[in-house]
């Protein structure tokens, strides 16, 4: 057993706000936590545990980065330069570039050089207190790559110190030279079938916009995943709106990821369904987007935010969650409180996870010490990384 004390925590307990303890403890027993409060109420039988002074630092859940897309191969920065020369994603993406450029070049990679490159951009979230990560397919789109690419995030959780959770993304563009429907209905859910059966798949996404997918090819998907029960999350209303929050909605999406174009009718639907709202401020910074997500509503209809990276080389190339968490205080409006939940409880939920995200009883002891006393200051501070340790699963 051991009791880390002189702490503020950060518990994440309640919907709103922090869920503050001054002069606390936390006593981890193995990989769980098994008590937290202040000192004082301490149990006389938690009391003999070895005892690490945190000297007032602040604790957190540990973070948890539950949208992105770490193994690819390559980067995009030419891309970058077109853009900045006035080119849009959109325009990129038509000419043959974006996604489809990654998805050559990952085609390419052998499992080994995707491995090499994705734990070393773990390592990168890890530096910062992330000990769950969320890592999508979706730069093979052919059965082969695809497969490829969910064995190298699993893998990943194999050589490093991180929990891993996959979504399948086969539904993420149109292979050149396919038609949609056919790639749809011949390879992308063939693919999907097959990742469940070798227990690649944790969850199926898609991106519904107008150069990937419409929300009629991204029902077949969700239908092939529903029909293995597999819960499914969505990229909708990122560039335009074409009904995919609703669509998600109806199949009780654990979340619907950018949601900029989202409107109030969206909103209620997610509501309705329990999904939450997946709000990735990198893109909208990369892609020098205006239009902001539906924030107010969201908090009017008690839709949950999550923040992530969306860490991709084309319209996210974010490797900091702490970057993520001030973007979307600054160019979002959220509060500090909520960019703290919304990588912590609320990121947990997207992922269907129930036992991470919070400090309490019973939790994962993923845990973050800073070197703060305030937890607004995760979200104030630009490119600075004040984490002081980083406890996974109990492990000090
Ligand atoms: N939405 C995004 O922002 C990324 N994928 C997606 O579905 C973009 C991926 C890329 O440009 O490589
Ligand atoms: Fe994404």
Same mark, same amino acid.
Do not use: K
């Given at each position: 057993m051991k009791i880390l004390h002189d702490i503020v925590v950060a518990? &994440?307990?309640?919907?709103?706000?922090?869920?503050i303890i001054k002069n606390a403890c936390i006593v981890i027993d193995g990989k769980k936590i098994a008590w937290v409060g202040p000192e004082v109420d301490l149990p006389e039988n938690f009391s003999r545990g070895e005892r690490h002074s945190l000297n007032g630092r602040l604790v957190t859940p540990a973070l948890i980065?539950?949208?992105?897309?770490?193994?690819?191969?390559?980067?995009?920065a030419k891309e970058f330069e077109m853009r900045l020369k006035g080119a849009s994603y959109e325009e990129i993406a038509r000419a043959g570039g974006g996604i489809i450029s990654t998805v050559q070049a990952t085609r390419d990679a052998t499992e080994e050089e995707l491995l090499t490159e994705a734990s070393t951009r773990a390592d990168t979230l890890i530096a910062e207190g992330v000990t769950t990560v969320e890592i999508k397919s979706? +730069?093979? $789109?052919?059965t082969e790559t695809e497969l490829k690419i969910l064995r190298v995030a699993r893998a990943v959780e194999d050589i490093r110190q991180i929990r891993v959770y996959t979504s399948f993304l086969g539904a993420h563009a149109v292979p050149p030279g396919t038609d949609a429907d056919i790639y749809i209905d011949d390879i992308c859910i063939p693919t999907l079938r097959r990742g469940y059966r070798e227990g690649l798949v944790d969850a199926v996404d898609g991106f519904c916009e107008r150069i990937a997918f419409t929300p009629a090819q991204i029902e077949r998907v969700f239908q092939a995943a529903s029909d293995v029960g597999l819960p499914v999350k969505l990229h909708a209303?990122? &560039? !335009?709106? $074409?009904?995919g929050a609703q669509l998600a909605a109806r199949y009780g999406a654990l979340s619907v990821d950018h $949601?900029? +174009?989202?409107d109030e009718t969206d909103v209620r639907a997610m509501a309705k369904a329990g999904s939450v709202a997946v709000l990735l401020p990198g893109a909208f910074y990369t892609l020098h987007e205006s239009k902001r997500p539906p924030v107010k509503a969201f908090r009017e209809q008690n839709v949950p935010m999550a923040v992530a990276t969306?860490?991709?080389?084309?319209s996210s190339p974010l490797g900091s969650v702490l970057l993520a968490m001030n973007m979307a205080a600054? &160019?979002?409006? $959220?509060t500090p409180a909520e960019t703290l939940a919304g990588t912590t409880r609320h990121a947990a939920r997207t992922l269907g996870l129930?036992?991470?995200g919070q400090v309490a009883p019973?939790?994962?002891?993923d845990l973050c010490v800073w070197?703060?006393? !305030?937890?607004a200051e995760l979200s104030y501070r630009i490119g600075q990384n004040p984490l002081h340790m980083r406890i996974f699963e109990g492990a000090i």
């Open positions: 518990t &994440l307990t309640e919907e709103v706000g922090y869920g980065d539950c949208h992105t897309h770490i193994i690819f191969n390559g980067n995009r979706g +730069y093979g $789109l052919d209303e990122q &560039l !335009s709106n $074409l009904g $949601l900029e +174009y989202a969306d860490w991709n080389p084309g600054t &160019l979002f409006g $959220l129930t036992d991470c019973g939790m994962r002891a070197d703060i006393t !305030s937890p």
